[in-house]
């Protein structure tokens, strides 16, 4: 197989980003040059990312660490549609005011990954808001929705998924597709954008983009996907018992984040190695190497250098002091992920299952008596025995409780007022 001539087609490649491309090698002559632009859409519909995102988020860092200019596009318009992808039904509608707090929170998770700025190769965010609001229907219909055909659209996955499962697709949702097309042919002219990339679903919706963008204004565009990843055990990414694995501080503490990391199986570590951290090849072959216990040194390097890219290297250290010294059996509070109860709730008595289900430890009340059942739960490091315990403000005191699944997973609880 011959060397790729560019470097971000190269480093996507050996790290195992890329699951279809259009037109490869196309790509690699295009982005062997000068700068290049790329973009990815992100629809606003949640105020941060989870870890699952960063199968896209990290090609855009890989692409601005080789020389080209990243686009994020947050979709301020599309979300107010939603993408109907692989879903068996609609999502719900979101009102304005959600949909800017949504955009505001995503802000915050771009500038920690990539560098702003007015340069060749500094990253831009836009918001697809800023035309699509401006379109007017018969124009658009006349100039853009005549390149589509019904018959086409129909045969992609993502929409005959749903036909085949009878489950109702709305005239809105069909229209999802044709718009982020248009976002495409609209960011290759005002940004010069070569390249949409995105998660595997994305692949007709992509596919759509580049199409408009050849018959409409004569342009060589191409797309790119990432893989749907999952874990060894065929989890899916960003997913846990607790929930998603978000990327913003304020939905889930760099301690949680660190924690999340250094859990990865075993038979993962290389890969999320390559993926998620800027490490060089040969030192993740070095760690993946590891045996036996010595892995574990591994996911400590994962789980910092992972952590360090989402929120810094002074809060990688203190995740790493913290869950050192909850690993320990201190009694340190400091660092943990923290839960607020309320009042009422602790002095009416709240069971330990319960608690664990808040904290976020376990997914359901049957997890919480299973673990339970098992050894494994422990409130300030002694384990809970009894599946019908309750917790009180006396358990809880001022500094708060440390409330743990089995030694390695720690949220503490505190009490509102």
């Known amino acids: 197989m011959p060397a790729h001539r560019s470097d971000f087609v190269r480093a996507l490649a050996e790290r195992g980003f ?19 632009a790329a973009y990815i859409g992100f629809d606003a519909t949640a105020d941060s990312l989870h870890t699952g995102h960063l199968m896209q988020v990290m090609p855009l860092r890989w692409l601005q660490r080789c020389g080209h200019k990243p686009i994020v596009v947050i979709g ?19 009102d304005e005011a959600q949909i800017a707090a949504n955009v505001m929170g995503l802000r915050q998770v771009f500038g920690r990954y990539l560098t702003f700025g007015d340069g060749a190769t500094d990253a831009v965010l836009v918001n697809n ?14 100039d853009v929705g005549r390149h589509f055909t019904v018959n086409r659209m129909l045969s992609f996955d993502s929409v005959r998924t749903r036909l085949d499962r009878e489950e109702p697709l709305t005239l809105l949702e069909f229209n999802y597709m ?22 595997s ?9 580049l199409e408009l963008g ?15 990843l999952t874990t060894a055990s065929g989890t899916k990414m960003g997913k846990t018992a607790g929930g998603a694995v978000w990327l913003n501080a304020d939905r889930l503490a760099p301690y949680g984040f660190w924690q999340f990391w250094r859990n990865t199986e075993d038979a993962d570590v290389g ?26 040194a591994a996911k400590a390097v994962l789980a910092h250098e992972a952590t360090k890219l989402a929120h810094g290297e002074a809060a990688a250290l203190a995740a790493a002091g913290a869950a050192r010294e909850a690993f320990s059996g201190g009694a340190a509070l400091d660092g943990l992920p923290t839960i607020v109860v309320e009042r009422d709730a602790i002095t009416r008595g709240i069971s330990v299952v319960d608690l664990l289900v808040a904290a976020g430890l376990v997914g359901s009340k049957s997890e919480a008596r ?48």
């Open 18 to 36: 890329i699951h279809q491309c259009t037109d490869l090698d196309g790509l690699d002559v295009a982005l062997s040059g000068p700068p290049r």
């Open 76 to 94: 301020g318009g599309t979300t107010r549609i939603g993408d109907p992808s692989f879903r068996d039904s609609s999502r719900p509608l979101l």
């Open 129 to 142: 808001a800023d035309w699509l609001d401006a379109l007017h229907l018969i124009p658009f219909l006349r």
């Open 178 to 199: 044709i718009l982020q097309a248009f976002d495409f042919l609209e960011l290759s002219r005002r940004h010069g954008c070569i390249l949409q990339m995105g998660g």
């Open 201 to 209: 679903d994305q692949w007709g919706n992509i596919v759509n983009g």
């Open 214 to 228: 050849r018959r409409v204004d004569q342009r060589q565009l191409f797309g790119l996907t990432t893989p749907l």
């Open 271 to 296: 890969r999320f190695l390559r993926l998620f951290t800027d490490l060089p090849l040969d030192e993740i072959a070095r760690l993946e190497a590891l045996e036996g216990t010595e892995i574990n």
């Open 370 to 417: 299973r673990l339970i059942a098992g050894r494994g739960a422990r409130l300030n490091d002694a384990m809970v025995s009894n599946g019908d315990a309750v917790v009180t403000i006396a358990d809880v005191g001022a500094a708060g409780m440390k409330v743990s699944y089995g030694r390695k997973r720690h949220v503490v609880v505190r009490i509102d007022g």
